[in-house]
């Protein structure tokens, strides 16, 4: 390469100043000394003004550059507007979504720890046979209440006609005890029956009969005829069988 | 550009006003047509604005609004044919047809001939290479140092010297291949 080659490598940056000191150095000396040189130089800072013309690439309404700064800030304050606005819309949309999962939430978590509602029950009868179920009711406890009263309608009339088999003057009472006994269990089963109304008239004898035998099963097996005396004064003086009699001919 | 990030729009207004002329020039080596290139130009400043925050105080402030601008620049001319250079012949009839269109200047032969020069020489740096366009855009219209472009363009300061040394030379032989146009003055 020619020295004149080397220098026409050099001449651009040297026309932008983009050289070291020595190679400006060398270049410059080379220029005043070079024809040839001189006018490829020449040509290049030509080229160098002509891109620095400030006509270039420019449109000719100034109009343009006068207006845009302030068309542009006005761009970017409808931007900024629309950004706020779906700032503030999103905003307002997120608390509606918040408070809505917060609702689903809460009645999730009631449901969770409520107590599970009944299940529907299948209707054990039909509508229409709750009346026959009501009338075998009371025909149960129609005979309920007869079989109780029939009972203690035997008692009462065996404890008349007991004879005295214990030793000396005492009468042996220990079965009737014994039935008077089961005759109460008898009544403790009765009372749920007592409350259907064709037999609830006969609670109150019922229950009187009831503290009879609770008196007579603590009666000892073998009673003094005063003790024995005294209970069908009892008997009769409260006339517990002809009312016996007459409840049964009544629910029967 | 502090003050422009604070948001401050007369802060954003002054910077528009500083650099907009130079932004559009490094816009028009790629976007031919006028109206598409202050299209550009406007996307570029309102993108300025809206990503603001990401720009490096470190880095060259000027750099990165040219990088912005290029980057739409080549965008935009591939969206659009329009943006595609034509060859300096057809040019040259465009602009001699033009010329007969506009009013009379006061020396019509010096005017003409300064019109014409210069859009020839606008047609020869649309057709430089990519490379050495950037180079020359962002030296002589964007007014930055070859440091400040080899940032912009991620590459070595040699390769830009290099890429200017090219382009200068380029847009001579271009120019002197139509009918002696260095010689005009």
């Known amino acids: 390469m020619s020295d004149c080659d080397a220098i026409k490598e ?54 343009t550059w006068q207006l845009l700064p302030e068309k542009l800030a006005g761009r970017v304050a409808r931007l900024q507007s629309r950004r706020w606005t779906r700032l503030r819309f999103s905003k307002w949309a997120l608390s509606a979504a918040a408070l809505v999962a917060l609702a689903c939430g809460l009645i999730w ?18 509508p229409g046979n709750e009346a026959f179920l009501d009338k075998v009711r009371t025909v149960y406890a129609r005979e309920a209440t007869s079989r109780y009263l029939a009972g203690c309608q035997g008692l009462l009339l065996d404890l008349a006609c007991t004879e005295a088999k214990c030793n000396g003057d005492r009468y042996d009472v220990s079965l009737e005890v014994a039935r008077a006994r089961q005759l109460l269990e008898q009544k403790r089963m009765l009372d ?33 005829p005063v003790a024995l005396h005294q209970m069908e004064s009892l008997i009769e003086k409260e006339q517990l069988l002809l009312r016996i009699k007459v409840l049964q001919s009544g629910i029967s | ?99 007969a269109t506009v009013g009379p200047p006061r020396d019509p032969l010096d005017k003409l001939r300064d019109r014409e ?9 649309r057709r430089l290479p990519q490379r050495q366009r950037e180079v020359v855009s962002l030296r002589f219209f964007g007014d930055l140092k070859l440091e400040e472009i080899a940032a912009v363009l991620g590459c070595p300061l040699g ?27």
């Open chain 1, 10 to 63: 050099m001449l651009v940056l040297y026309a932008d100043g983009a050289l070291d000191p020595v190679e400006t150095r060398r270049a410059a000396e080379h220029l005043t000394g070079c024809h040839d040189c001189r006018a490829e130089w020449a040509q290049i800072v030509r080229i160098r003004e002509w891109l620095t013309d400030p006509e270039l690439f420019e449109p000719v309404q100034d109009l």
């Open chain 2, 1 to 99: 550009m502090e003050q422009v990030r604070r948001g401050d729009m007369h802060a954003y207004q002054e910077l528009v006003r500083r650099y907009q002329k130079k932004v559009f020039r490094v816009i028009s080596t790629y976007v031919r047509d006028p109206e598409d290139a202050v299209e550009v130009l406007q996307d570029t400043l309102l993108k300025v604005y809206t990503a603001r925050s990401t720009w490096e105080g470190g880095f060259s402030f000027a750099g990165w609004l040219y990088r912005i601008a290029i980057n739409a620049s080549i965008d935009r001319c591939r969206k659009s044919d329009r943006g595609q250079t034509s060859s300096l012949e057809e040019m040259m009839e465009t602009q001699l047809h033009q010329s």
């Open chain 1, 109 to 126: 978590t009631i449901r969770l720890r409520a107590p599970a509602p009944p299940a529907a029950q299948p209707a054990l009868v039909a």
């Open chain 1, 192 to 224: 749920a029956e007592l409350s259907v109304p064709d037999v609830a008239r006969a609670k109150g004898l019922c229950d009187e009969l009831e503290r009879f035998l609770v008196h007579l099963s603590t009666a000892q097996t073998c009673e003094t």
């Open chain 2, 159 to 185: 390769t830009v010297k290099s890429n200017l040394h090219k382009a200068v030379i380029g847009l001579k032989g271009m120019l002197l291949a139509q009918k002696g146009v260095l010689n005009y003055e």
């Open chain 2, 117 to 125: 020069r210069r859009r020839l020489l606008e047609g020869a740096v």
